[in-house]
């Protein structure tokens, strides 16, 4: 186990040293191993709890997502302006049933319920949930 995690901390660092974006100050090019190290990563200590490996593996991903993001540079062509929807007057949406994507048979204490899988149409957004076949 140990092994495997050194393994991943030396593919994470080369992945660091390969060019990796997102450098804390405004310089261009790749982030630097002495950026990563700003945030203060842990440090793996060599355990066979895989649950400690897991939660490090996790920091260190967060970590390195945390270095690779960039800056956002304002633009008014990334406004998106909202689309109208029908709203009736008790401020409920039409929701229309789209079409059956599935069918299935449950059995519960011993009966049988049949089940299908409706697709709806709600102002534009299309959501699935299971219905009782007699109720629809």
């Known amino acids: 186990m140990a092994a495997a995690m050194q393994a991943t901390a030396e593919a994470l660092g080369n992945q660091i040293n390969q060019g990796n974006h997102g450098n804390t100050n405004d310089e261009d090019g790749p982030m630097t191993l002495a950026t990563f190290l700003k945030v203060h990563p842990p440090t793996f200590r060599g355990t066979s709890n895989p649950t400690y490996a897991d939660n490090w593996i996790q920091v260190m991903e967060r970590a390195l997502q945390a270095q690779q993001l960039w800056k956002y540079t304002p633009d008014a062509s990334h ?33 049988e319920v ?11 957004i299309e959501e699935h949930t299971w219905e009782l076949e007699s109720d629809i």
Do not use: H, M, Y
């Not at 109208?84 to 011993?110: A, C």
């Not at 049949?114 to 534009?124: E, N, Q």
């Open 79 to 111: 406004v998106l302006e909202p689309e109208p929807i029908q709203v009736r007057e008790d401020l409920t949406l039409p929701v229309i049933p789209v079409r059956i994507d599935d069918f299935s048979i449950k059995r519960l204490r011993g009966r």
């Open 114 to 124: 049949s089940l299908v899988k409706v697709a709806w149409s709600r102002a534009g």
